[in-house]
């Protein structure tokens, strides 16, 4: 892979609307130069009155021989389009249309995409111009969260309480497993899978967390980490793997860490709302409902530091070598990763709660004014 350079801003009408609108802000005496805007791209204009709109689309960064030599941005948004962008100058190079609004992060296999919609279909799809090579039958309802692809397979979670293997080379439908909801008490979401070896691992709203084999969906394990209550109790948030151990999250029971191989329960950090973390170099990044970002040892779930960051919500960070890049609703905060401490924000009168991608010491973020960002982190 090749090393891009600090991006630049190439549109001027851009930079324009972004300097009248956009505050870096610091917090206590540190400069404000810790974030550059490279550049800004507006993907589609706001309802009139829109009063606290909301864009969860999560960006993927991906570099191949099907994409621009700097990298392109491909870019779910609520609007029914997926786009891909070049990385360098923020130009649309294609759009690929949907049915629903699109918040799952695509996933790049070689030179293709494989795209989940709320519409309820996947799309796997070329890098190189969007078109569609296949789009599955009906998986169940609305898709959310990213799709995990392993071998020949395509496993994707729907807001029904359901896991479903797709053939990579067809989109036909393999297997699935739906759980019906313990209780009419549950919290809105829905946990996507991840890949550990030969299972698939995901969670469902009665607090199982559950491996079944890829091949077949034969249970391998299952772990109730709803810990004998049924309600608010949801597996809700994507689990991570972080070597042989699976992290996930009931929200009213806390953090658990998990035997990847066996489904055994070897810690458990208790605490509400705790959403998908990010992980680097074996420590989570997790946010929490009520506005906090707490960074755990991923071997025995021993919290380093917790950054209160006077938000009503935060939602899963990017993270770089220096900063934890978190969305929190009215703002995009910059959290030094070593001690916690919050050293600048950023927001554009709309504010933040999608995930940014980080790249090459770029994030790329799409805000809730439905204007994507190419933001250098310093």
Not at 358 to 365: C, L, Q
């Amino acid at each position: 892979m090749t090393l891009v350079p600090r991006l630049a801003i190439t549109s001027s009408v851009a930079a324009v609307a972004l300097a009248a609108c956009a505050v870096i802000r610091p917090i206590g005496d540190l400069p404000p130069d810790r974030i550059d805007v490279d550049w800004a791209l507006p993907l589609y204009d706001l309802e009139a009155f829109a009063y606290h709109p909301l864009e969860l689309g999560q960006p993927l960064f991906v570099q191949s021989a099907a994409t621009p030599p700097g990298g392109m941005v491909v870019v779910p948004s609520r609007d029914r389009e997926v786009r891909g962008v070049d990385a360098q100058s923020g130009k649309v190079l294609w759009s690929l249309t949907t049915s629903g609004a699109n918040i799952a992060q695509p996933v790049a296999v070689g030179e293709e995409l494989v795209v989940a919609s709320t519409d309820g279909h996947v799309y796997r799809a070329n890098q190189r111009n969007g078109r569609a090579i296949w789009t599955s039958e009906y998986p169940g309802k609305s898709v959310i969260a990213a799709p995990a692809v392993a071998a020949d397979r395509v496993f994707v979670t729907s807001i029904d309480n359901r896991l479903t293997a797709l053939a990579w080379e067809t989109g036909e439908r393999l297997w699935d497993k739906k759980r019906p909801h313990a209780s009419e008490f549950t919290m809105t979401g829905q946990a996507g899978a991840v890949i550990h070896k030969d299972s698939v691992i995901t969670g469902f709203s009665d607090g199982q967390l559950i491996a079944f084999a890829a091949q077949d969906g034969a249970t391998l394990w299952s772990t109730d980490l709803a810990n004998g209550k049924t309600e608010f109790v949801d597996v809700d948030t994507t689990p991570v793997v972080v070597g042989d151990l699976v992290v996930a999250s009931s929200y009213r029971q806390g953090l658990y860490g998990v035997d990847a191989g066996s489904g055994t329960v070897t810690w458990l950090l208790k605490g509400e709302g705790y959403g998908t973390p990010a992980t680097m170099e074996g420590i989570l990044y997790v946010p929490q409902a009520s506005g906090r970002i707490v960074a755990v040892r991923a071997a025995d779930g021993a919290v380093r530091w917790v950054a209160k960051v006077f938000s009503e919500r935060a939602r899963t960070p990017g993270v770089t070598h220096k900063y934890v890049v978190a969305p929190i609703g009215e703002s995009l905060a910059l959290i030094d990763r070593g001690s916690g401490r919050t050293v600048a924000r950023y927001d554009d009168a709309r504010g933040v709660d999608a995930t940014p991608e980080m790249a090459y010491g770029t994030a790329f973020v799409l805000g809730n004014s439905g204007t994507l960002y190419a933001l250098g982190i310093y």
